[in-house]
Nanobody, 118 residues
Framework: QVQLLESGPGLVKPSQTLSLTCTVSGASVATAGVFWSWIRQAPGKGLEWMGYIPLSGNTYYSPSLKSRTTISRDTSKNLITLRLSSVTPEDTAVYYC??????????WGQGTQVTVSS
C-alpha cells in the first residue's frame, strides 16, 4: 500500500522559503514510469500542479512557479522535497504530494496546510 505523508511548517512568513517533505512508503521514488508531483490548492481555487520528478531525477515545473520552485528527491530516504522561495500570502494553500503515471494521479498524500502570513 503506497502511502504519502507531507510534512513541514504550517506557517511561513512572507519572503521566506517554504520547505516541505513527502515521505513515501510502499513504493520507491526511483521507479520507472512513475512521476512524483507537488500539487497545491489555494482557498477557493482549483488544484494547481507545481512540478514533478520522474525516475531520471530531472525536474519539470509549472511555468508560473518555475523561478521559485525546486523539487528534489532523496532516494536513500525515499522522499520527495519541495522548496518554494519568496513566498507571499498568495502561496497560502493546501500542499499535496502525489504519485502518478501516464494514466494520471493514483495516490495522494493527505495534504498539509501552509499559511503565509506576517
Amino acid at each position: 500500500q503506497v502511502q504519502l505523508l507531507e510534512s513541514g511548517p504550517g506557517l511561513v512568513k512572507p519572503s521566506q522559503t517554504l520547505s516541505l517533505t513527502c515521505t513515501v512508503s510502499g513504493a520507491s521514488v526511483a521507479t520507472a514510469g512513475v512521476f512524483w508531483s507537488w500539487i497545491r490548492q489555494a482557498p477557493g481555487k482549483g488544484l494547481e500542479w507545481m512540478g514533478y520528478i520522474p525516475l531520471s531525477g530531472n525536474t519539470y515545473y509549472s511555468p508560473s512557479l518555475k523561478s521559485r520552485t525546486t523539487i528534489s528527491r532523496d532516494t536513500s530516504k525515499n522522499l520527495i522535497t519541495l522548496r518554494l522561495s519568496s513566498v507571499t500570502p498568495e502561496d497560502t494553500a493546501v500542499y499535496y504530494c502525489a504519485k502518478s503515471t501516464y494514466s494520471g494521479v493514483d495516490s495522494w498524500g493527505q495534504g498539509t496546510q501552509v499559511t503565509v502570513s506576517s
